[in-house]
C-alpha cells in the first residue's frame, strides 16, 4: 500500500521532529537510507513473489535505529568517550551485518551512557537523552538513545546492548518491548566497549522495539545460526507455564524500596493470569536476591576460568588518550574540567575499592553460582519469574546518582546467564511506563517472548507519548 521509500520518509520527518527535544539521534544517515528504500522498491517491482522476498528478506525496507556503541560503516563510534569523538566505523558489528542483510535500512545511531557503564544516557561528546513520556526525567542506560528512539515512534526497532540492564532499564522507563537473551546466543562483536575474560557470559546484544511480535523475528536475525540453541519454533502454551512472582529483591540496603504502582501493575499481572488462564501464581521469596548488587559487582570483577583479570573500566577511560587517575579526574570535575561524566568518575573509584576485599568477592561469587542454580532448578523447562524492572518509575535527571545501585534489579540476571524479556504495563499516574520483567531458565527465551505477547494484548503494550 505503501513504497519503501515513504515509509523511511516518514520516519525521516518524525525524528527530524522530535529529536531536538528528546536527543535520542546523534548521527543519521537519511541520505544513505533513502536511496537503500530506492533499491527495496526496485527489488519488488522486479520480484518474482512476495514468498521468495519474505524468506530471503524478513526485515526488507524496515527502518531502524541501532545503539552508538555498535560499529555501523561511516557512523561515529565513541560510546560517549570524547577522546574517541573522531572514531568513524570502517565495518558493520556483526548484529547491524545481519540486520541488513535481512533487509533493515539503519536510520542512524542512538546515544548511550559514557562507556555504556552508567543508566542515564549522557556524556560529553552528545549531551544528554530525555525521556519522551517526560523530558525532565532519564531514558535510562545504556541504551537510553535506542529506548527513548522507540518510545517516541521514530523507529520501528532497535539494537541495545546489556551487561547489567543496558537493554531493559531503558525499555522499562520507555514503555518499549526489550528482550536480553539467554548469554552467548547473539554475537557481541563490532561493539565498543566489548566485554573480555568473565564478562564475555555477562553481556548480551539484543532486541528492542514497539510491539512484541517484533522481538522473535529480530531475535532469529540477529542470532544468525546461533537461534539453533532455542527453541523459538516449539508452540508454547500459556496454560502450562509454571508462573512465579517475586515482588521486590527482599530489602537490600543497597536499592530503593519497589514503588506502590509498579508492586500495583505486577499484581495486576498475577490477578490476570489467574482469573484468565486459570494458572496459580507460585509466590517465592530466593533470599539471595537481597545480595543481587554485591553479588553482580564480585562477579564482574572475577577472574575468567583461565585466570584472566577482568578488564579495568579505567583502562577503557583512558581509550585513544593518556591514562586516566580517577581521584584527579573528580578534583576536576569539581571546577569543571574533566572530560568525564561524575558516574564514569565514580565507577573508576569504586573499582579501586573493590580490590580491597578479595575474600568477601570470593564468597559474593560462590552465592552467584549458587544462586543461579537454585534459579535454573526453580524454573526449569516450564518456568517463568514475574520480577518488578527497577524500584522506581524514570527517574529525573542526574537523581539516579543518589541511588547509584537500583539497577541491581536488572544486574543480577546478567551474571545468571538467564534470557529476559521487558514488558510494558502502561501508564502510572504520572503518565510515565510502567512494566515487568518476565525471566526464564537458559534458553527458553520462547517462554518470556510468549508472555510478553500476551501481556501486550492484556494491557496495552506501548503508549504513544502525549506531548510529542
Known sequence: ????????????????????????????????????????????????????????????????????????????????????????ATSDAAVVSRLKQAGAIPLGVTNCSELCMWYESSNRVYGRTNNPYDLQRIAGGSSGGEGSVLAAACSVIGVGSDIGGSIRMPAFFNGVFGHKPTTGVVPNDGQFPNACGVRTSFLCTGPMCRYAEDLELMLRVMAGPGVNKLKLSEKVSLEKIKFHCMDHDGGSIFVSPVDKEILQAQKKVVEHLEGELGVQVQR?????????????????????????????????????????????????????????????????????????????????????????????????????????????????????????????????????????????????????????????????????????????????????????
Not at 42 to 64: H, M, Q, R, W
Open 284 to 468: 517465592v521469596a530466593i533470599h539471595k536476591m537481597k545480595y543481587s548488587f554485591q553479588i553482580w559487582s564480585a562477579m564482574m570483577s572475577s577472574k575468567d576460568s583461565d585466570g584472566q583479570e577482568a578488564q579495568l573500566f579505567t583502562d577503557l577511560l583512558g581509550d585513544h588518550g593518556k591514562p586516566v587517575w580517577p581521584l584527579w579526574e573528580l578534583v576536576k570535575w569539581l571546577v569543571g574540567m574533566s572530560s568525564h561524566t561524575l558516574p564514569a568518575i565514580a565507577l573508576g573509584l569504586t573499582e579501586k575499592v573493590m580490590k580491597f576485599n578479595p575474600g568477601g568477592n570470593a564468597k559474593l561469587v560462590s552465592m552467584g553460582k549458587s544462586l543461579q542454580e537454585e534459579m535454573e532448578a526453580l524454573l526449569g523447562p516450564d518456568g517463568v519469574l514475574l520480577y518488578p524492572s527497577h524500584p522506581t518509575v524514570a527517574p529525573r535527571h542526574n537523581s539516579p546518582i543518589c541511588m547509584p545501585f537500583n539497577f541491581a534489579y536488572t544486574a543480577i540476571f546478567n551474571v545468571l546467564g538467564l534470557p529476559v524479556t521487558q514488558c510494558p504495563l502502561g501508564l502510572g499516574s504520572e503518565g510515565l511506563p510502567l512494566g515487568i520483567q518476565l525471566v526464564a531458565a537458559s534458553y527458553n527465551d520462547h517462554l518470556t517472548l510468549a508472555v510478553a505477547r500476551y501481556l501486550e494484548k492484556a494491557f496495552g503494550g506501548w503508549v504513544i507519548p502525549g506531548k510529542l
Open 1 to 88: 500500500q505503501v513504497t519503501c521509500v515513504e515509509v523511511v520518509e516518514a520516519y525521516v520527518e518524525r525524528i527530524r521532529e522530535v529529536n531536538p527535544l528528546i536527543n535520542a539521534v546523534v548521527k543519521d544517515r537519511f541520505e544513505e537510507a533513502l536511496q537503500e528504500a530506492q533499491q527495496v522498491d526496485k527489488l519488488l517491482a522486479e520480484s518474482p513473489g512476495d514468498e521468495y522476498l519474505e524468506e530471503k528478506f524478513p526485515l526488507l525496507g524496515v527502518p531502524i535505529t541501532i545503539k552508538e556503541a555498535f560499529s555501523v560503516h561511516g557512523m561515529p563510534n565513541t560510546s560517549g568517550l570524547v577522546n574517541r569523538r573522531n572514531v568513524v
